[in-house]
């Protein structure tokens, strides 16, 4: 047993790169909107048989294993006839860790390279390549450039990406629906004011923070009631303290929404509304 998050623990490669690939959205990519992620510069040198791209600043993750790229390091590709080819980082873990090996480096190749071992459980061996481009060579330069597309979103921005499409979502279905009148009705308890009576479904804006208590009646019906606090309520001088109690927040949206199964109804945020 070996601590990973412990003082004056030895920690070793893998066990960084198991964390790293268990606390992103995907294990193998570049790092979006860091720095330049890993762009060429415009204009490419060339000697008598290579062209050498320039790269900008930026990180990639493969399978765990982060490579940082400086700005200004440059690889030198070979240029043959008319031709197809790739260029990116290639991590080999079958190569010692030394003064004339290094696991790590740029690669091009004028052939599809299909080798990416899984890195977290081939630690001892395995063999990575990593496409950041694809270019096209008529034997005497380059003529165009593709980027991959193989990026990596940190998690603050894909959970408001994810919550911005189920808000539109939501929005969407609201525009769609027969909304419900939410008129305040009857008090039917001291402590709950009831808003609606409703056969399908409605949404909701309360003005203030409390609880909705949400009753199905024999006859299918719908009632609603809202309160500033979480008690019981008194339906025809019954109280029903099992009744569904929501807590809500003032100017939140929220959903009356019956199974399309077992038309049991749900009071649901707009915002966790299934996409």
């Not at 330049?36 to 765990?64: H, L, N, P, R, W």
């Not at 330069?141 to 990406?161: G, P, Q, R, Y």
């Not at 009632?223 to 939140?252: C, M, N, Q, R």
Request: proline fraction near 2%; hydrophobic fraction near 35%.
């Amino acid at each position: 047993m070996r601590g990973i998050t412990f003082d004056n623990e030895n920690v070793s490669a893998i066990m960084d790169a198991l964390l790293n690939a268990y606390s992103c959205e995907k294990r193998t990519g570049i790092f979006s909107g860091y720095s330049d992620e890993c762009d060429i510069q415009t204009g490419i040198s060339y000697g008598s048989s290579t062209a050498t791209v320039t790269f900008k600043k930026g990180a990639v993750m493969i399978c765990g294993r982060v490579i940082y790229i400086d700005a200004g390091e440059p690889l030198a590709i070979p240029l043959t006839a008319t031709s197809t080819g790739c260029f990116g980082i290639k991590v080999d873990l079958s190569k010692s860790v030394g003064a004339s090996e290094i696991q790590y480096e740029f690669f091009s190749s004028l052939t599809v390279v299909t080798t990416q071992d899984d890195l977290l459980n081939n630690e001892t061996d395995g063999v990575y390549y990593f496409v950041i481009y694809n270019y096209v060579s008529d034997g005497s330069a380059i003529t165009s450039t593709i980027k991959t597309n193989e990026m990596i979103t940190d998690l603050a921005t894909v959970l408001e990406t994810i919550n911005a499409s189920l808000l539109l979502k939501a929005e969407k279905d609201a525009s769609n629906i027969t909304k419900a009148s939410w008129v305040t009705a009857l008090n039917w308890s001291p402590d709950y004011t009831r808003i609606s009576s409703e056969l399908s479904m409605g949404t909701y804006t309360p003005a203030s923070n409390g609880y909705i208590l949400l009753y199905t009646e024999g006859d299918g019906v719908v009632e609603l009631y809202f309160g500033a606090t979480d008690s019981g309520i008194l339906i025809g001088g019954i109280l029903h303290d099992s009744a569904t109690i929501i807590p809500v927040k003032e100017g939140d949206g929220y959903f009356l929404k019956r199974s399309t199964i077992d038309g049991q109804a749900f009071f649901i945020p707009c915002s966790y509304v299934e996409v």
